[in-house]
């Protein structure tokens, strides 16, 4: 009988294993290895600090080893393969899906690459080599090979008996496809229609043959975007003449969307979307090294901004007390209509038709939100610093700054785009610097014209 | 036959529909509207200026009304239900999936809820009522209850037979599921291993009996994750006494997922996740105001605290403008830490058995870009401002500031957590404070001991 899953059991699990392995108690811990499933040990695997992952995967079974390095992220998977010899790796390898072969083989260093190729059998060997030669973050990149094909001129019972004689479908197998004799697809037909199907029923009159197909070079981002549009299950890939050449499964598209949406995340925070969350200390300072370094620039154009100014923030101290607010509100206005934009353009909602009206949109709200936030600055600042005159110029930057940070908030991922710049990654960094300096530029540039004299 | 997808055609589709609305030719776009598949006018819907919508929402064919509204997002789909009266809404939402109905339902104002439901037929009405009865973010509320279920002791043939009988499948269907009379779940059956078993066999030969299935109160977040480990396409959902009550299907997931990303994404830059990329201006500013106003805190509380540094300030007007970068240095680096944290959380990598090994990770990375990044600074600053004792004391903050945001981003979100409060919301805003007032502290505080006197 079935067991409802404890809700606390995986976490659980991960205590105790921490635990056993602590302990040394290394035959418990690969008897618990042994009945977890291969996507939960990849789970642990991921959830264990860098040095306990070496000793769990020497406690892991070698015929699970295939099935656990595909459900591993990129960063951890290839921490493990380091520890392999190319024959074992081989090995792994060979009952994989032709798609999860090529994720894993694709960023092998050249040498172990080679190697592992050459352990291969003649058949494996070539299935690889044809999966490697589409481009990646295409369809064909994440479709596998592994599919099954029918003639549109035999009869449901036919279908059946020939099911039966397979055995097994292949994995993740909820359609089948009608081809003709050159491959060409012809229509699909999903297990759910060819159950109900009354046996005589040829497939021909059972097949749907408004089957939407992924061209084999639409981006995969596309692809998943359609999945989700349309709730598939799984897709056909075909070529320019419409040749069946693979099918994607929802698996993969999970695994683009869940990317997706934490590369946009750990873009906007400056962050590698690769870190391992358990990597070593070393490796992991050096990764966040290239968003500092920049950050450290543009920091250094905002304090040459205010160094313009030297002579004002001397006469007038307050002024240096007060000149970080305005550019703080910009950044954090500019990022709102940024993120929004991001979330937009990663679900393909904004195109050149709707862009425009976008911008206006965005323009707009930035001008409200400065006169909303001018007012509410004015108040605080001339009371807490007893002067309408500091109050009136920090309103009048805050108001600039704020209709500056929404145009600039839509406008950069806008262009970006245009020029293949990822908004994510590059976005905020390009906002913040134009924030900071208008912040800073219309702020102490106003108080140097209207209260020194 | 079928043709490959053009990559561009849906964006094409976008344009042509967007310039027939500007030219008046509505019978034109009601045409295209019918030859696109519910999933495609969403789509449409969503990427449509809110002026458009009303528009276009007048030329969909009402038959299409429930598939359209359940998938779209949230904000649109209230915006729509708005224009429609009761009645024909009732009408929409018959064909619905359980957990569609009870998602749309929801969200409704209390009086046209009470409208929608006395026009329901009974059963309807029970079925909605049933699944409002799940509380929101749990397995419960996002499982449909159109599921087939099979006796143990059929053979395979009295199952195709009674499928056949039933002419169709529910929406999504990929797994029979066999109970007892208790309508206690025992096993399973993919539709896969339907199709390759020989008639003769018994359902009890061929069922699965290694059925995880998914407590009702288990959280919907936790139910996406553990689909994403295992490649699930569905999963039943049961009571505490294994009794089948539901399952979930991987359309679900994949919008959960979906929002995951965006929640992140979006809180880190402080917006609301539900808000509609086309809304009208004054609603978008609206919705934008609270985290502003929390932000104009946090800068109001950094510049109280450099308030308290007038004296040195008014000394030294070098410092003011050189007081901005130890806080933008402290806010990146301690944002990556935590959006490390938050990332590592969705996915449920992160247990009390390893916090502390990655809270002393983060510290000691904080530590590294801490010498790293004020020997840099001490560097530049030095040679900007021919002063290397200003270089010193600045180099000083700069280590205290990062070695306080790493330990501060892993921190945060980890307290948080124990708190019920979301780290993706208010983790952000929290460590900027904490990094902009150290940093200020550290700086100002180090200057005025040792540079003036």
Partial sequence: MTEPLDQE?????????????????????????????????????????????????????????????????????????????????????????????????????????????????????????????????????????????????????????????????????????????????????????????????????????????????????????????????SAPVVDENGILLGRITIDDVVDIIREEGEHSMMGMAKMDVDEDTFAPVLPSAKRRTIWLTVNLCTALIAASVSNMFEATLSQLATLAILMTIVPSMGGIAGNQTLALMIRGMAVGHISDSNARWLLTKEALVGLINGLIWALAIAVVVSIWKDSIAIGLVIAAAMFINLAVAGLAGALIPLVMRRFNIDPALAGSMALTTITDTVGLLSFLGLATLLLLN
């Fill in 9 to 233: 059991r995986t976490t659980d699990q991960l205590e105790t294993i921490g635990r056993a392995l602590d302990s040394g108690m290394f035959i418990h811990v690969r008897r618990m290895l042994q009945q977890m499933r291969p996507g939960d040990v990849a789970w642990l695997l991921e959830s264990s600090p860098a040095p306990s992952r070496k000793v769990l995967w020497q406690l892991v079974d070698p015929d699970d080893y295939g099935e656990i390095l595909e459900e591993l992220s990129e960063e951890v998977r290839d921490g493990i393969i380091r520890l392999m010899d190319p024959e074992k790796l081989a090995n792994a390898l060979e009952d994989m899906e032709s798609d999860d072969l090529a994720y894993v083989l694709r960023d092998l260093p050249e040498r172990l690459y080679r190697q592992v190729l050459t352990q291969m059998d003649e058949q494996d060997r070539l299935r690889a080599e044809q999966a490697l030669s589409y481009p990646e973050d295409t369809a064909g990149s994440i479709m596998n090979t592994e599919f099954i094909t029918l003639r549109a001129d035999v009869t449901i019972d036919v279908v059946l008996r020939y099911l039966r004689l397979r055995n097994e479908l292949p994995e993740g197998t909820d359609t089948l496809y009608v081809v003709d004799k050159d491959n060409r697809l012809l229509g699909d037909m999903s297990l759910a229609s060819l159950v109900v199907q009354a046996p005589a029923t040829t497939v021909a009159e059972a097949m749907d043959t408004q089957v939407e197909a992924i061209p084999l070079t639409m981006s995969d981002v596309e692809a998943a975007n359609l999945f989700e549009r349309h709730d598939w299950l």
